[in-house]
């Protein structure tokens, strides 16, 4: 296996912890003016992500400079192609960040209320645009022969691309609900359970329909192992709905991630060795090779990622750890 190799599974590993993790923190997020019926509900939701959430978001910044630093082609051209939904992205991004800190400052309702439907946006408005840009990846953009983006941004939505982005915000809506099945007590799991039925339902449907799509629309049926990883995908869903139907909250959590995975696994081994796919000429594509920094560069990331990766990773597992309990009302900070 040379380096390029390498590091692109690295990337689509980052990526894939990235959804695993903010999967259940969007879910989380969207629903918390939905299921809180009053102020100590909501505080009670919010404080089930306090201490992840922002831990979350390092592997979406690691995966991003390790995108600049080990394929500075594909970063460009994902980039400026992808400018404005990246960039609404990022405002969603900031919009949660602050609603996380602003929203206990002051015990005016209106005041927490009015923060409380910005982190449900800052959480909804990241989970649909994720599932459209790799929605897109998979089913290309019109890529020149200079690796530059030629489209614009209404080239980017259509009916595929935006059944991909509601696929991934309603399998995110459904591990959000089982996460706080899993932290939150009193009332508070059976709404979410009622919550995660609901969206886990008009989740298979659309993943069913996203999965069929994929077959007209790219060419994942020619890769061997990406359409067994997007069938497992819809499998693994569906008995996650069933197991939470009958209050197996833990192994639902488990199979709805492993949706998550998987579904990122047929993304990656889909576009392999390309990285960003050309409509305009497969020729054009950018792959492993073309987009990728010079091997000297990439040997000297593959030493320090190999340094740093697992303390990184050691105490992520540690923090998941030390607040592995409940939500109690003495915790509350948020």
């Known amino acids: 296996m040379d380096l390029n190799v390498l590091w692109f599974i690295l990337i689509a590993v980052l990526f894939t912890g990235f959804f695993f ?6 879910g989380v997020g969207i629903l918390v003016p939905f299921l809180g019926k009053n102020d100590g509900e909501r505080r009670a939701i919010i404080n089930s992500i ?55 400052k002051d015990e005016r309702p209106a005041w927490r209320n009015f923060w409380d439907w910005m982190l449900c946006l800052g959480s909804l408005l990241p989970a649909l645009l994720w599932g459209v840009a790799m929605a897109n990846l998979i089913r290309g953009v019109p890529i020149d022969g200079r690796m530059q983006y030629a489209g614009t941004f209404f080239d980017l939505l259509s009916p595929y691309t935006l059944l991909g982005g509601l696929a991934f915000l309603l399998v995110f809506l459904l591990q959000g609900a089982l996460f706080l099945t899993l932290k939150t007590g009193e009332d508070l799991p059976e709404r979410a359970r009622q919550a995660g039925l609901r969206a886990g339902s008009a989740a298979a449907v659309v993943f069913l329909l ?48 492993l949706t998550i995975i998987l579904g990122t696994a047929a993304l990656f081994s889909g576009l392999f060795p390309r990285v960003m796919v050309s409509s305009l000429n497969p020729e054009w594509s950018l792959t492993i090779y073309r987009a990728s920094s010079s091997p000297y560069t990439l040997k000297v990331m593959t030493i320090v ?9 050691i105490y992520q597992a540690w923090t998941y750890w030390v607040f592995r309990q ?4 003495r915790d509350m900070r948020y």
Not at 21 to 26: N, R, S
Not at 88 to 96: N, P
């Open 21 to 26: 993790l903010e999967g259940f923190d969007y």
């Open 326 to 329: 409940r939500v109690k009302a």
């Open 50 to 104: 306090g201490p992840f959430w922002d831990g979350n978001e390092v592997w979406m910044l690691t995966a991003g400079g390790a995108l600049f630093a080990a394929f500075p082609h594909w970063y460009a051209t994902l980039f400026s192609g992808f400018y404005l939904a990246l960039f609404l992205i990022l405002v969603a991004l900031i919009l949660r960040g602050v609603a996380f800190e602003f929203r206990s």
């Open 210 to 257: 996203l999965v069929i799509q994929s077959y007209s629309q790219t060419d994942i049926s020619s890769r061997p192992l990406a359409a067994p990883a997007l069938w497992g995908a819809l499998v693994t869903l569906v008995l996650a709905w069933w197991l939470l139907r009958s209050r197996r909250y833990g192994g639902a959590f488990f199979l709805n991630g």
């Open 305 to 313: 990622a190999l340094t740093l990766v697992p303390v990184v990773l």
